[in-house]
């Protein structure tokens, strides 16, 4: 089972909230949290369960329904299509927003719709940020 959350600063009931690095991604924590609440619930309800793992989409979440590619527009993605076009089927861009049925994804400057029903794979291209080790 996979576990999301908002922003903090979005309110629930906004379609294009996104992770930030102001503190929206899953911790070890909110994983136990949720782990510990399932097991309350499923011992009560009487539901026999071998294993349950809870964590989160990760980094380089997969993006599948429009409203994922809304959420995340501004960041940089990897879409990968089923039929080519233009010879071309891997595309890496910045999502910009949801037309209808399409996807509008900037790849080299230039904005480029793609069909949402012509897609393979699709997920975030991840952000490491380093940190600098002082010398002295």
């Known amino acids: 089972m996979f576990i999301d959350k908002l922003d903090e600063h979005c309110s629930s009931t906004q379609p294009d909230a996104r992770l930030s690095d102001s503190g929206a991604s899953i911790t070890l924590a909110d994983c136990e949290a949720v782990t510990r609440q399932l097991q309350r619930v499923l ?14 989409p990760g980094l380089d979440r997969k993006l599948r329904k429009p409203a994922d590619f809304v959420r995340f ?32 994804i900037e790849v080299d400057g230039a904005p480029i719709l793609l069909a949402l029903a012509n897609l393979d794979k699709a997920r975030l291209v991840p952000k490491y940020h380093m940190q600098r080790r002082r010398s002295g």
């Open 43 to 56: 011992e009560v309800e009487r539901i026999d369960y071998d294993r349950l793992e809870v964590s989160s």
């Open 73 to 104: 527009s501004g960041q940089e993605a990897e879409v990968q299509l089923r039929v080519p076009i233009n010879g071309r089927r891997r595309f890496v861009g910045v999502l910009h927003q949801v037309i209808g049925e399409q996807i509008e």
